[in-house]
């Protein structure tokens, strides 16, 4: 017997609705189909009906009839069609088995070893049932191309176990998009947020513009009332930047734990970050340390021929002829080995390139841990007076201040205390000091020494006039290397830049302005 049509109680066939529109398929030579007025065969018909399944879940949907071609009557018979459907069908069953079979056969509690999570990682949130669960996807669907079935839910206990895990998996590996540092700062920020909302009774989840105000209001407690130390003293209101960076963090958890976009409703803090802005007055221009006072601070920590000075000034020569990142060598507050969280460079990938004399020509390094994680970064440093061919080289007298002459006697001292300490053969710091590395306040000191020191001699400007960060040092290189010609490629290539917001780094120097000097006559 046919099915029945559950619309209107009427038989209804397989590939009716096609065949209404389609002429009917025949063999070359074989008597022609007849159909009645409602286009039922009267004979025969090529497609079988349906089968009722048990399974299914609402009106049935009619078979899809094979592919008409223009010659597929003269190129296949309907033995041949026949078997194609067969197989179709079998698929179709093999695929609806599967569905209704669960995942592991359980009662209403999941044993704890199916769901467990064995550790931090996000490849650790993958439990046993999210990894059954995986291969029977895979495996229903897997050359079913084509087939638009309902399948039957699993049971409740485990698309619960299941939607929890790959919740967890997801937000784990929205953690790991960010750095550690930006982590603990976007958490900080919402445990302000969420006790202050608890205190006045608000929502934490702001869905309304009604409500959106709470967010400029909490802008404005933190920027003129938030009790903040800086340089030993206490006072009130937080800086416009560090205002902004919390909102930041609290629109960020609304948009990725509620999925709400908190910029579309809140139209009022921008500006309350404006207003802290005007209040504050203008900001200190970026200090940007020319090639004076750089070699002026260097020759003056090595003739102090310390251990530690020693390593500061390698450090500040790593920021400013190889514009490095402070983080990149040396333990900040937010990247420190401590935590695990370091980037600095390592001795393991540092490599000196020599003559047969023993004449370094160039230093080669690798930064695994970058600020762009998604790659690898290797570059080459080569000495002063190098040429493609090493017997073409053209040394100077003197070398002793060379970058890569200096940074391969490094190398060799960290090759010495390796001798001692072979277990540090993979983690000890480029610049260290009896293995540990340096911290960032160490180079931001001797920058701000050096620059007073600068200033007295009439070396640069008062650097009282500036602000002073580690970032003095990149600035400054990426200064001196723009205002001699080098290409914006190679200074990009170096200081490991993928945009143009690097030219904010370089400054135009009196150097430069004067090549702009007379160019109309």
């Not at 079998?90 to 209704?100: G, H, T």
């Not at 500040?316 to 060598?329: D, H």
Request: glycine share 6%; hydrophobic share 35%; proline share 6%.
């Amino acid at each position: 017997m046919p099915p029945i049509n559950g619309s209107t109680g009427q038989p209804r066939w397989a590939g009716e609705s096609k065949l209404t529109s389609l002429a009917p398929i025949q063999r070359r030579g074989a008597a022609p189909t007849v159909y009645d007025a409602a286009m039922k065969p009267l004979t025969r018909t090529l497609f079988r009906p349906h089968r009722v399944n048990p399974f299914r879940v609402g009106p049935l949907e009619p078979l899809e009839p094979l592919p008409q071609l223009s010659d597929y009557n003269s190129r296949f018979s309907d033995d041949f069609r026949e078997t194609m459907l067969k197989r179709k069908l079998k698929k179709r069953a093999a695929l609806l088995a599967a569905a209704v079979e669960p995942i592991v056969e359980t009662n209403n509690e999941i044993p704890l070893s199916l769901v467990q999570m064995t550790g931090d990682e996000p490849k650790d949130a993958v439990t046993f049932l999210v990894a059954a669960y995986a291969d029977k996807i895979k495996k229903m669907v897997a050359g079913a191309t084509g087939m638009n079935i309902p399948l039957i839910p699993l049971p409740k206990p485990q698309r619960t176990a299941i939607t929890a895990a790959l919740r967890e998996m997801s937000d784990r590996l929205i953690d790991c998009s960010v750095e550690k540092a930006t982590l603990a700062n976007d958490e900080r920020g919402n445990r302000y947020w969420n006790a202050h909302c608890d205190l006045l009774g608000i929502d934490r989840v702001i869905s309304t513009k009604e409500n959106a105000n709470a967010v400029a209001e909490f802008a404005a407690l933190l920027g003129l009332a938030w009790p903040v130390k800086a340089d030993g003293i206490c006072k009130r209101g937080m800086q416009a930047g560090s205002v902004s960076s919390i909102l930041g963090s609290i629109r960020k958890s609304h948009q990725l734990k509620h999925n709400v976009e908190l910029k579309a409703l809140d139209h009022r803090s921008g500006r309350v970050i404006k207003g802290l802005k005007k209040i504050a007055g203008p900001q200190k221009p970026l200090h940007r340390l020319n090639s004076a006072c750089y070699k002026n601070i260097v020759s003056d920590l090595r003739s102090t021929n310390t251990q530690k000075s020693l390593a500061i000034a390698d450090a500040i020569a790593w920021c400013f002829e190889g514009l490095f990142r402070v983080s990149e060598i040396c333990d900040t507050n937010g990247h420190n080995r401590s935590e695990g969280t370091q980037r600095y460079l390592v001795d393991a990938d540092v490599h000196s390139h020599r003559t047969t004399t023993g004449r370094p020509r160039s230093i080669q390094f690798t930064l695994r841990k970058t600020k762009q994680k998604t790659e690898i970064q290797t570059r080459k440093i080569w000495a002063a007076g190098c040429q493609p061919d090493a017997g073409d080289d053209i040394v100077a007298a003197s070398t002793g201040n060379d970058f890569v002459v200096r940074m391969d006697k490094r190398k060799i001292e960290n090759a010495a205390f390796l001798v001692k300490h072979p277990s540090r053969a993979l983690d000890l710091p480029f610049i260290n000091i009896n293995g540990q590395p340096l911290h960032r306040n160490d180079i931001q000191d001797a920058l701000q020494r050096g620059l007073q020191r600068c200033f007295e001699i009439n070396l640069c400007n008062d650097p009282k006039l500036y602000k002073v960060g580690t970032h003095t040092c990149r600035r400054g290189g990426a200064t001196l290397y723009y205002e001699n010609g080098i290409s914006d490629k190679s200074i990009m290539w170096l200081g490991r830049w993928q945009s143009i917001a690097w030219l904010v780094y370089p400054e135009v120097t009196d150097k430069g302005a004067q090549l702009m000097s007379g160019l109309v006559w």
